[in-house]
């Protein structure tokens, strides 16, 4: 199997679709398959044999994809196409899949609904357009993917197939160093951490976690934001207003290695965010042995709940989030074996191997609906 994946961003610029795209590409390479990147020019993975078009600004958000790919994605023997984007992405994959007559896939990352701020004055007309929209594009796809099965029941009457499919987690964020981690963090050792890990952008809901950190009954525990985004000097305006500056880092965007050593280093993981779908970060701090407490949306929850994190509601106030934050807190026994229950079923889920294998699976089935 070839597959050529086409998305609309790419690494360095963080999000969990470019982080999904690498992820899913490493694993289905680590298991003898072939996978061709087609996005912006920025990627990381200059040396790896993708392909890169343009894009404004460089690296991420506007792809343009030329109209010889086709060409010279068959020259490389693509077997099928799949986009990571309903933008472009999705257009120039459907394009090319037509005129070969290939399977064509299409991954639905994000619940779009909780995006549609970013189109500021124009956002009443787009959050108008977007259902249409959606179902033309989800229609036309052989099958589409969701990270996880919330979200597939949520499009099951808007596409041919459905097949649920996540990203791989990295294991290397589970070996990390608690003490590097804390003293980066500048916490001292029995200080509560929380940790979150997230863009720092109004549909993750960062600032519900200030919230719950001022409604703790714990008020020595801190929070350290794992993260970067746009709302960085609101929150920042806000952890002062509220008093809560000796209780609050903000640790910035994270390398592995660095992510790694703040996972070790938190008593919990923490977020308030209701858009996620598969919600990576949670998955991953679930493989480093860390107990998430979080809305019960996502693949996340679907696979921890019920034994291997707290996740209150779909919408809990951060009222009810503190309340969890403060009983696991008040119980290292608990929190532990959450933990090691955590670490299992996410370790089960998804692992690089168990994610190529669905992925194959997905591919062999829309191959066999266009036979």
Same mark, same amino acid.
């Given at each position: ?14 999000? #969990?679709?470019?982080?999904? !795209? ?9 298991? +003898? ?25 460089? #690296? ?20 099928? &196409? ?13 394009? *090319? ?7 064509? &896939? &299409? ?6 609904? =909780? ?78 951490? &929380? ?11 960062? +600032? ?24 960085? =000097? ?8 509220? +008093? ?47 107990? !998430? ?9 679907? *696979?921890?709940?019920?034994?291997? +994190? ?9 009222? =009810? ?19 090691? =229950? ?30």
């Amino acid at each position: 199997m070839h597959v050529a994946f086409l998305t609309d961003v790419a690494l360095p610029y963080v999000s #969990g679709v470019t982080v999904a !795209v690498k992820r899913q590409r490493d694993a289905l390479r680590a298991n +003898g398959d072939e996978v061709t990147v087609v996005g912006p020019h920025g990627d990381v993975d200059i040396a790896q044999p993708d392909l890169h078009v343009p894009g404004a600004p460089a #690296g991420y958000r506007i792809a343009m994809f030329a109209p010889g790919l086709g060409a010279r994605l068959a020259s490389r023997g693509v077997t099928s &196409l799949h986009a990571h984007s309903v933008f472009g992405a999705s257009g120039a994959a459907l394009t *090319i899949a037509r005129a070969r007559g290939l399977p064509f &896939l &299409l991954t639905l990352h994000t619940r779009l609904d =909780e995006y549609v701020h970013y189109a500021k004055v124009a956002a009443p007309l787009a959050k108008m357009l977007l259902d249409p929209y959606l179902d033309a594009v989800l229609g036309s796809a052989d099958l589409v993917v969701a990270p996880c099965a919330e979200l597939a029941d949520e499009i099951h009457d808007r596409a041919r197939a459905v097949e649920v499919v996540a990203a791989p987690i990295e294991p290397l964020l589970a070996a990390g160093d608690a003490r590097r981690g804390r003293d980066a963090a500048g916490v001292a050792d029995g200080v509560p951490l &929380l940790l979150s890990i997230s863009r720092l952008a109004l549909e993750k809901r960062v +600032g519900d976690l200030l919230e719950l950190l001022a409604s703790l009954r714990r008020r020595d525990a801190v929070l350290a934001y794992a993260g970067a985004g746009p709302l960085r =000097e609101e929150l920042g305006a806000r952890v002062g207003a509220l +008093g809560l500056t000796d209780r609050v880092r903000f640790l910035g965007q994270l390398d592995s290695a660095a992510l790694a050593d703040a996972l070790a280093a938190a008593d919990l993981v923490v977020s308030a965010s209701r858009s996620e779908t598969q919600g990576l970060a949670l998955c991953e701090a679930a493989a480093a042995g860390r107990a !998430v407490v979080a809305p019960r949306r996502g693949g996340y929850s679907e *696979i921890l709940d019920g034994g291997a +994190g707290l996740f209150p509601s779909a919408t809990p106030a951060p009222q =009810e989030l503190a309340a969890c934050v403060d009983e696991l807190l008040d119980d290292d026994a608990r929190r532990t074996a959450l933990a090691k =229950e955590a670490s299992t079923r996410a370790l089960a889920a998804w692992s690089p191997d168990a994610v190529a294998v669905a992925l194959r699976g997905a591919h062999e089935r829309a191959r066999r609906m266009r036979e």
